[in-house]
């Protein structure tokens, strides 16, 4: 049997996307429960991949989705604080 074009990547790409959702939350979160989570898009990383915010088991996290595959990335974790604010005076 031929493998076709892009089968070796879509396979890659689900994995990565298990061993984040591993690493990051601890838990196991499957494409699934992405695709039929409550979604925001929150900005636009190139023509084909979106960050959403996803909420599932009463957790919310953002998800890198590959709308060419139809299928979540990676999980990214939770943005450090804001460094580049004004730092407030201390008397």
Same mark, same amino acid.
């Given at each position: 049997?031929? /493998?076709?074009?892009?089968?070796?990547?879509?396979? &890659?790409? %689900?994995?990565? *996307?298990?061993?984040?959702? #591993?690493?990051?939350? %601890?838990?196991?979160? #499957?494409?699934?429960?992405?695709?039929? %989570? /409550?979604?925001?898009?929150?900005?636009?990383? &190139?023509?084909?991949?979106?960050?959403?915010?996803?909420?599932?088991?009463?957790?919310?996290?953002?998800?890198?989705?590959? /709308?060419?595959?139809?299928?979540?990335?990676?999980?990214?974790?939770?943005? *450090?604080?804001?460094?580049? &604010?004004?730092?407030? &005076?201390?008397?």
């Amino acid at each position: 049997m031929k /493998r076709t074009r892009g089968q070796k990547k879509d396979r &890659s790409v %689900g994995i990565h *996307f298990r061993r984040r959702c #591993s690493d990051r939350l %601890g838990i196991y979160v #499957s494409a699934a429960e992405v695709q039929a %989570g /409550r979604t925001q898009a929150l900005e636009r990383q &190139s023509n084909t991949r979106t960050v959403h915010r996803v909420t599932l088991r009463d957790q919310t996290i953002r998800v890198v989705y590959d /709308r060419a595959r139809k299928a979540p990335v990676t999980v990214l974790p939770e943005p *450090f604080p804001d460094l580049t &604010s004004p730092k407030e &005076s201390r008397p």
